[in-house]
Structures are given as structure tokens and as C-alpha cells.
């Protein structure tokens, strides 16, 4: 499975590696904003993303919607890490097609976890 | 303070034009126009004077206010170039506690990658000789492999003394690099500091606005249209980490309250 991990913060890119790679997903790809993040899926070959909220250039949120806009993408799974924890802001990421949600600090468990059930779901 | 004098003036600017009025209203009950005319003009002069005097004040305070940002910027270019501020040097320190954040996590977790591989192959180790020790124990085992296993036990203990002394060094390597926490605690230290500075200065330019509104008798409106969008906007605009989210209400604490929320949604 081919994954993308976007965060503007290349200390949180290697930590979620890390425990994707102890998860045994070692075939990882990085991007650092939303904005070099798409043209990266557009050009295809990715089965999950997982993505920060908060960067500079395009958000994830807004990364999620131009996912979601996208034929080819539009099935994408989507995993949204991030510190962001206001309760309108969880609903909205819901509402826009987010498959899950893990708050930081998060542990290996709950992405574990997160993970397992995306691909429960879709799988 | 400045506020003092200024609520001083505007005392005495009150009781002159109480004592205009109430000479105006004799005259006027007397039929003096002329004169009546003339406390009409003493009193638009003490008023032009009132106004002359608190926007020279005003200004006075502006200036002070202003010079206490410590600004020093080219005004000439669009949008205004800033050479050096207070809150540029509050910039550069909180980018220099980024960096220095960034490489103390980068240094530990090298340590640690450097670590694991070591503990495990002696974790392994042991327990694959554990179950060669259980076998000679159960006299299961032949003279060569004995010697086989002999050998095996003399290098893993040379290797454990290696590892276990590199693992050592990697530990403490780890425990050094969180003096981050004291370099940069002190950096944000001095950060908060020159926060509270900005913040009081600016403090200062608001009330000195308001006295400039209270004499040329401008209200500020409100645009109640504008206001409601940018509170709705508010609710969904990204925070950052949270760090008070028990004592508010729009805001979850932790993992558990996220999956509840969406769970609770049907999500």
C-alpha cells in the first residue's frame, strides 16, 4: 500500500513513518504542505493519505475537499492527524469526507487502531 | 499620568463654558445681543483652544506610545520595509526555539533508531541461546553442539557488553538533548516578556484613540452584518493545540472525546 504523509513539520512526518513502518507499511512517501501534497496524488498510485490539519500553503482540510472534488481521487482514504480539537471543526472535517480523526498527541495505539478501522471499512 | 491632565482640562473647559452659559442667558433675558453675541464667540474660541490643547496632548502621548515599539522601518516602500522591532526580535527567537525544537527531536530519535536495532538483536539472541541452555539442561544435547553452544554464549557476552555500553551512551545522549527545555524555556521567557510590552503600548494608542473620539464627538459603528460573519467564521478556524480544552465547551480533550462526538453523529 502506497502512502502519503503530509505535515508542515518534518519531526510529526518521521514519527507517523516510523509507526507506520512498526505497523509494517513501509512503502511511504512525503509531502510538507497541501499544496505540493496534490499534484503528488493527482499524479496517482497513492491508497491512503494521511495529513496534518494546520500548513501553511493549503490546509488539510482544504486538501481533503480538493481530494474528495477529484474524480480519480474522490474514494481516497483519508486519515487527519492533527492538533486541531475544536468540536465544529471535528464535524466539519466529518461533513467534508474525512475517514477518521486522530488528535495529537495521539499514541501508536490509537493510529493503530484509526487505521485498522479505514481499512475495515473500505477493505 | 496623561489622562490626568486631560480629565483636568476638560473640568476646567466645563465650568468655563457653565459660567459663558449662564452670563448668556442674563444677557439674552436683558435684550444685550452685542453682547450676548460676544460670550458667543468667548465660548467658540475656549472651545477651538480645548480642542488646539487635548490633540497636542493626544499627540504628545502618540508619539511616546509609538517610539516605545522601538520601530525602526522604511516608510517610504509599499508595504512599509521594517529594518529592526521588538516584535521582529520576538520573531526571530520563536523561529530559533522551532529550530532548536526540531533538532533536539531529530537528534533522540536518531538515538533511538540507533538503540533498537542493537536491543533487539540481544533480545534475540538471548532468548534463541535460552532454548539452546534449556536443551543441554535437559541433557539433550551432544558434545559438539556443546561446543558450538559454548562459543555462541563466550560471543554474547562480548556482544552484550558492547551493546549494552553503546545503548548506554545513546541513553544519556537522549537526556542531554532535552536541555533544549531550558534554552528555549528561556527564549519564550523573554518572548512573553516583550509580548506584555507591545501589548501595554498598544493599550495605550487605544485609549488615546478613544480621547480623540470623545473630542471631535466621532462614534465608532458597528456593523452588526460583519461582525456575525466573522463570529461564524471563528468557529471553524484552525486553533492550534489546545491547552486550556477543559475549562471550554467547543473544544474536545482528547481521543476518546473525538471518537464519541463522531460516533454520536453517525460518523
Known amino acids: 500500500?502506497?502512502?502519503?504523509?503530509?505535515?508542515?513539520?518534518?519531526?510529526?512526518?518521521?514519527?507517523?513513518?516510523?509507526?507506520?513502518?512498526?505497523?509494517?507499511?513501509?512503502?511511504?512517501?512525503?509531502?510538507?504542505?497541501?499544496?505540493?501534497?496534490?499534484?503528488?496524488?493527482?499524479?496517482?498510485?497513492?491508497?491512503?493519505?494521511?495529513?496534518?490539519?494546520?500548513?501553511?500553503?493549503?490546509?488539510?482540510?482544504?486538501?481533503?475537499?480538493?481530494?474528495?472534488?477529484?474524480?480519480?481521487?474522490?474514494?481516497?482514504?483519508?486519515?487527519?492527524?492533527?492538533?486541531?480539537?475544536?468540536?465544529?471543526?471535528?464535524?466539519?472535517?466529518?461533513?467534508?469526507?474525512?475517514?477518521?480523526?486522530?488528535?495529537?498527541?495521539?499514541?501508536?495505539?490509537?493510529?493503530?487502531?484509526?487505521?485498522?478501522?479505514?481499512f475495515e471499512r473500505v477493505g | 499620568m496623561a489622562s490626568d491632565s486631560q480629565l483636568h482640562q476638560n473640568e476646567e473647559f466645563l465650568s468655563e463654558l457653565k459660567e459663558c452659559a449662564k452670563l448668556l442667558t442674563e444677557k439674552l433675558q436683558g435684550d444685550q445681543f452685542e453682547e450676548a453675541s460676544q460670550i458667543i464667540h468667548a465660548m467658540l474660541e475656549a472651545r477651538d483652544r480645548h480642542i488646539f490643547n487635548s490633540v497636542g496632548r493626544l499627540t504628545r502621548g502618540l508619539h511616546n506610545a509609538i517610539v516605545n515599539f522601538h520601530v525602526d522601518a522604511d516608510l517610504s516602500k509599499e508595504p512599509p520595509h521594517i529594518a529592526s522591532s521588538e516584535i521582529q526580535d520576538a520573531s526571530n527567537r520563536l523561529n530559533y526555539v522551532i529550530d532548536l525544537t526540531q533538532k533536539a527531536a531529530e537528534k533522540t530519535m536518531d538515538m533511538v533508531d540507533e538503540a533498537a536495532p542493537i536491543a533487539m538483536n540481544l533480545g534475540q539472541e538471548a532468548s534463541s541461546l535460552r532454548d539452546q541452555w534449556a536443551r543441554l539442561r535437559n541433557r539433550e544435547m551432544g558434545p559438539d553442539e556443546f561446543r558450538q553452544l559454548y562459543h555462541r554464549m563466550d560471543d554474547f557476552l562480548a556482544q552484550m557488553a558492547i551493546g549494552t555500553e553503546q545503548l548506554g551512551r545513546n541513553l544519556q545522549e537522549i537526556i542531554l538533548e532535552q536541555g533544549f527545555q531550558d534554552l528555549t524555556g528561556q527564549v519564550l521567557k523573554r518572548v512573553i516578556g516583550l509580548i506584555n510590552d507591545v501589548e501595554q503600548d498598544l493599550v495605550s494608542l487605544v485609549r488615546i484613540a478613544g480621547q480623540v473620539e470623545e473630542i471631535t464627538g466621532l462614534a465608532p459603528g458597528v456593523d452588526k452584518d460583519t461582525q456575525t460573519a466573522l463570529l461564524e467564521k471563528r468557529k471553524t478556524e484552525a486553533e492550534g493545540p489546545q491547552i486550556n480544552a477543559a475549562t471550554r465547551a467547543d473544544v474536545v480533550s482528547g481521543q476518546d472525546e473525538v471518537d464519541d462526538l463522531l460516533s454520536s453523529l453517525g460518523f
Open chain 1, 1 to 118: 500500500m502506497k502512502i502519503l504523509i503530509v505535515d508542515d513539520f518534518s519531526t510529526m512526518r518521521r514519527i507517523i513513518k516510523n509507526l507506520l513502518r512498526d505497523l509494517g507499511f513501509t512503502n511511504t512517501h512525503e509531502a510538507d504542505d497541501g499544496v505540493t501534497a496534490l499534484p503528488m496524488l493527482k499524479s496517482g498510485g497513492f491508497d491512503f493519505l494521511v495529513t496534518d490539519w494546520n500548513m501553511p500553503g493549503m490546509s488539510g482540510i482544504d486538501l481533503l475537499r480538493a481530494v474528495r472534488a477529484d474524480d480519480k481521487l474522490s474514494t481516497l482514504p483519508v486519515l487527519m492527524v492533527t492538533a486541531e480539537a475544536k468540536r465544529d471543526q471535528i464535524i466539519e472535517a466529518a461533513q467534508a469526507g474525512v475517514n477518521g480523526y486522530v488528535v495529537k498527541p495521539f499514541t501508536a495505539q490509537a493510529l493503530k487502531e484509526k487505521i485498522e478501522k479505514i
